[in-house]
């Protein structure tokens, strides 16, 4: 257990719906990332937040947003969803911001659209 | 930009065997790190090994080891003695050190180990 905790692990939904996951990084950790795997694109990083800041982007779309909020846990909205977006989402935290490499990974959140 | 190539998509190995898996990276940066990411059937990803490109020597975790040759951009991993619950698909990942720990990952190689 990596004490990432990520809801709902599985999501079910119709093309034009908007969706929240959620995560709870581990105790103490500051940083969350969320990642996107499909099976097309592979593991792709989407976004980052620091303490509650956004501190990097990735391959995120506009229809998706995130944020983190004061308890440090983390959000990830896709609105206007297509089918294409039908992958695993991860999130994932570390201690710090920068310069460790070591993330810890909740177990995904599959969505799928149909 | 930063690429990671895996050009094994799968490999299997006997129990108690050998077996290596081979990764390819592209950048121009001189400091970054590498990674071997395992993902089991739990779809949890677990970080195996990792190594700092300023490091010469090897990084070691127990039966896993890597062969990291920085000029050829070459970073593959062995797992010596594969065990059963080695079973999972193994991702190799590279991070710029001034990124904050944003990972590029490869595709994926599917590891079976065989009874």
């Known amino acids: 257990d990596s004490g990432v905790t990520q809801t709902p692990k599985h999501l079910i939904t119709a093309t034009g719906q908007r969706v929240t996951l959620r995560c709870s990084p581990r105790s103490g950790d500051l940083s969350v990332y969320w990642y996107q795997q499909s099976l097309d694109q592979g593991l792709q990083f989407l976004i980052q937040y620091y303490n509650g800041e956004e501190r990097a982007k990735g391959n995120i779309l506009e229809r998706f947003s995130a944020q983190q909020f004061p308890d440090l846990h983390s959000e990830l909205n896709l609105s206007s969803l297509e089918l294409g977006d039908s992958a695993l989402y991860f999130c994932?935290?570390?201690?710090?911001?920068?310069?460790?490499?070591?993330?810890?990974f909740g177990e995904g959140s599959r969505l799928t659209v149909l | 930009a930063q690429t990671v190539t895996q050009s094994q998509p799968e490999m299997s190995v006997q129990e108690a065997e050998t077996v290596t898996l081979s990764c390819t990276y592209d950048t121009s940066e001189s400091d970054y790190y590498l990674f071997w990411y395992k993902q089991p059937p739990s779809r949890q990803m677990i970080l195996v090994i990792r190594q700092e490109a300023y490091k010469q020597q090897n990084a070691t975790e127990n039966r896993f080891s890597v062969n990291f040759q920085k000029a050829a951009k070459s970073f593959s991993l062995k797992i010596s003695d594969s065990q059963l619950g080695d079973a999972a698909m193994y991702f190799c990942a590279y991070m710029q050190e001034t990124s904050g720990s944003r990972l590029t990952f490869g595709e994926g190689t599917q590891l079976t180990v065989n009874p």
């Open positions: 994932a935290s570390s201690p710090r911001g920068w310069n460790t490499g070591e993330l810890f």
